[in-house]
């Protein structure tokens, strides 16, 4: 689906802005294909992400085995008027390149910027990490240079059979309680929101 598909820098950042979970594709030194979660973190033209020296998919990485990271943000289910036509409404994007190792001060701000990502203001309220906690700490970067971003946010292009009935369809839209409920255009009056809607909406 082509049309699912944006060069758009800008929302690539607003969705690396909205998740911190990423999923690291790459292949170990066996050739067996592995994926891993982790938090990934937008900083500047990087992205980062963190772990102990002692992991090994982690040195992996830090040797220069190409990858690939995956984040996605799910933002509602699009409710059609059939099974067959229902989806979800999603940002997600897949970033490729290498990641390289961060040393001395740089590995330090971009620690500072992983910490205040997952929790804004708290590299002010806690001490500075010691030389053996950062000793311990891997750091990866890998440059935002390439990169492939979908974004669904339509309504079901339902057929107009199943316009004509008596099916509702629109959105269930996720966010902050209470979620919001947007009938999809052309539903005919008097159809009303089914009970499985309104039961993830909070309204029954």
């Known amino acids: 689906m082509p049309e699912l598909m944006s060069t758009d820098r800008a929302e690539l950042d607003a969705l690396l802005a909205s998740t911190v979970v990423g999923h690291v594709g790459f ?15 937008r900083w500047g033209e990087r992205i980062v992400i963190h772990g102990s020296t002692g ?7 830090a040797e220069g085995a190409p ?14 008027r059939s099974a067959f036509e229902s989806s979800l409404l999603y940002r997600s994007a897949v970033l490729f390149g290498q990641f390289t190792v961060l040393q001395g001060t740089e590995k330090l701000a971009a620690l500072d910027a992983l910490t205040d990502r997952l929790l804004p203001g708290r590299v002010a309220e806690v001490r500075r990490p010691t030389a053996k906690e950062l000793a311990a700490t891997l750091l990866l970067a890998m440059p935002l240079t390439e ?7 339509g309504f079901a292009e339902d057929p107009d059979d199943d316009v004509a ?10 966010g902050p309680a209470p979620l919001s409920i947007v009938p999809a255009p052309g539903l005919r009056p008097g159809i009303p929101v089914p009970a499985s809607v309104a039961a993830v909406a909070g309204l029954r």
């Not at 990858?67 to 933002?75: I, Q």
């Not at 009935?165 to 996720?174: C, D, E, F, I, Y």
């Open 67 to 80: 990858a690939c990271v995956t984040v996605t943000a799910v933002d509602g289910v699009v409710v059609a």
């Open 55 to 61: 992991s090994g998919w982690l040195r992996r990485l």
């Open 147 to 153: 990169w492939s971003l979908r974004t669904s946010d």
């Open 165 to 174: 009935g008596p099916a509702w369809a629109g959105q269930v839209r996720l």
């Open 27 to 41: 292949v170990d030194d066996t050739g067996r294909a592995r994926v891993l979660p982790t938090a990934v973190v």
